[in-house]
């Protein structure tokens, strides 16, 4: 489903790419208990994997097989969000109580957000 509201009109001075309502909504709230695939997310967020993997520096095969492993490394990861205009945070979540824990991987010191 397509938002009307953001189609280009012959009077309008800037170019406003359409916006697919769904996949913003998966991007702005996360789906409920679901986790999301690297590649939904940046479909979600309206990129390429050419437009990514030059912020990344890297090649767009390199991207696709990226998003295809099953085991990523945590910096790759962060460089990963960082290139979709995000940064990563890494939680644990313990099952018995509840509790969540922020984890301080790939932050340098005295640098807390």
């Given amino acids: 489903m397509k938002n009307a509201a953001t189609k280009r009109k012959a009077n309008d001075d800037v170019e406003i790419p359409e916006v ?25 967020l309206g990129k390429t994997q050419t437009e990514l993997a030059e912020g ?9 097989r990226l998003e295809a492993r099953g085991d990523v490394l945590v910096s790759t990861l962060s460089r990963y969000a960082a290139a979709l205009g995000g940064e990563l945070e890494t939680t644990v979540v313990l099952l018995k109580t509840g509790h969540r824990i922020r984890l301080a991987l790939g932050e340098t010191p005295g640098r807390r957000r």
């Avoid at 520096?57 to 696709?64: A, F, H, K, L, P």
């Fill in 20 to 44: 697919n309502l769904a996949r913003a909504r998966l991007v702005r709230r996360g789906p409920a208990g679901k986790r999301v695939s690297l590649r939904a997310l940046r479909e979600g």
């Fill in 56 to 64: 990344l520096g890297m090649t767009q095969g390199e991207v696709s």
